[in-house]
């Protein structure tokens, strides 16, 4: 049976409780030797005389949902029945930029159908899009079922505390074990390692396909941006000659869209480009792609005589290539305002200095039709739509 994730409101959620318990036949020892060269740490999984369980009941302070500590706390559940069956919660570590897993539960009778892994799944699909360096969690040493399952996952340990619980948690085998996953390193992938073309209507599903996971829970639950390169190809301002599309191994990693906007000033009207989208399929994020294509289709639009490009976009990812928050042109958007994410760059030195007033996009960026983004995302298969931290609405 599927299961749906959900995301569980702190208004609604906090406070609840979340039963933990298990029962092992299992531990890891864990012995700590101080010798004249240092410490040698030994940890080696043991059986118990005797089965091992915990309940919550046993707990002065059981797991809850949304602890005042956790100040970045958000969760996600599985519900049966209006029934919380299922549940994850992390925690933003800023000042070190990991995701700690606070909470991760599964009721007995719904283990060992998949819902855990998924729900792990959901914490690195989050590190991926905060760019995490790790997640980290808490277990301890006589859990083996859970660190049995964090190493399946991906976990490996990276830390102990032996005197967490109670003073003499060595002796009674129950050793807070700090355990954590790192994303994959990427690579930086070469000009030469990747075609970029314009496209051409065979890879149409293709590029859309790609640009909804891009873009799938990325500003809101779901996306509108494939939608939005359908309409784009049919609009009067689109740029075929500067779109272009990064292919590797003959399949679609990436995609830029460009179209004709404007700057009016009272009576004058002066004509720039944007782009949108800029968009790289998931998998290959991180490794320079989205760069390579916006490098190489700003020579083309400088060629092609265009003074200068204006954006909304990423404030985090486009000053390192040279863009400039619009008030340093003396552009705002549409209604007078101007923001970190309202950008700009000139095609050629000093392309902008006599363009001032406010910006305008093609009309095909405004108001698109949730009714038709429904419709249109039956063509392609079918993805979940899922609350994450810092979504737009």
């Not at 690195?124 to 049995?148: F, G, H, M, P, Y």
């Not at 309409?231 to 272009?244: F, G, I, M, N």
């Not at 004058?268 to 916006?294: R, Y």
Request: proline share 4%; hydrophobic share 35%.
């Amino acid at each position: 049976m599927e299961y749906e994730i959900v995301h569980l409101p702190k208004e609604k959620w906090k406070g609840t409780i979340i039963p933990i318990g298990y029962k092992t036949d299992k531990y890891y020892d864990v012995l700590v030797n101080n010798t004249e060269k240092g410490f040698i740490i030994e940890i080696e999984k043991k059986d118990f005389t005797e089965p091992v369980t915990h309940t919550p009941q046993e707990y002065d302070f059981p797991d809850k949902l949304y602890e005042d500590h956790w100040e970045n706390a958000y969760a996600w559940g599985v519900l049966v029945n209006d029934e919380l069956v299922a549940a994850i919660e992390t925690d933003q570590e800023l000042w070190s930029n990991r995701l700690r897993i606070t909470e991760l539960w599964v009721s007995e009778g719904y283990q060992k159908q998949g819902i855990g892994h998924k729900l792990i799944n959901i914490a690195k699909e989050q590190a991926r899009r905060e760019r995490r360096r790790a997640i980290i969690l808490e277990t301890q040493s006589c859990n083996v079922n859970a660190i049995d399952f964090y190493q399946h996952e991906g976990f490996t340990l990276i830390g102990m505390d032996t005197c967490c619980y109670k003073n003499n948690d060595l002796q009674r085998k129950e050793v807070r074990l700090e355990f954590g996953w790192f994303p994959e390193e990427k690579k930086k992938i070469k000009r030469d390692e990747i075609e970029i073309r314009i496209e051409t209507e065979n890879d149409w599903y293709d590029v859309e396909l790609m640009t909804q996971h891009a873009f799938w829970n990325k500003h809101c639950p779901g996306c509108d941006e494939h939608y939005l390169v359908h309409k784009l190809r049919q609009d009067k301002d689109y740029l075929p000659e500067l779109s272009r599309i990064a292919l590797k191994d003959g399949n679609v990693i990436g995609c830029i869209m460009y179209s004709k906007s404007r700057v009016v000033d009272g009576t004058d009207t002066h004509e720039i480009i944007t782009f949108g989208p800029l968009c790289v399929d998931p998998k290959w994020q991180g490794c320079g792609v989205g760069e390579l294509l916006l490098r190489e289709t700003m020579n083309l639009a400088a060629d092609k005589g265009y003074k200068g490009i204006i954006i909304f976009g990423e404030p985090d990812y486009y000053p390192r290539i040279g863009f400039k928050t619009c008030d340093n042109f003396n552009i705002t958007t549409a209604d007078g305002k101007n923001f970190d994410a309202f950008m700009g760059i000139e095609l050629v030195e000093g392309g902008m200095k006599d363009i001032k007033g406010k910006f305008y996009e093609a009309k095909v960026f405004e108001n698109l039709s949730k009714e038709e983004v429904e419709e249109y995302n039956k063509k392609f298969p079918k993805l979940q739509k899922l609350r994450f931290p810092g979504q737009w609405d």
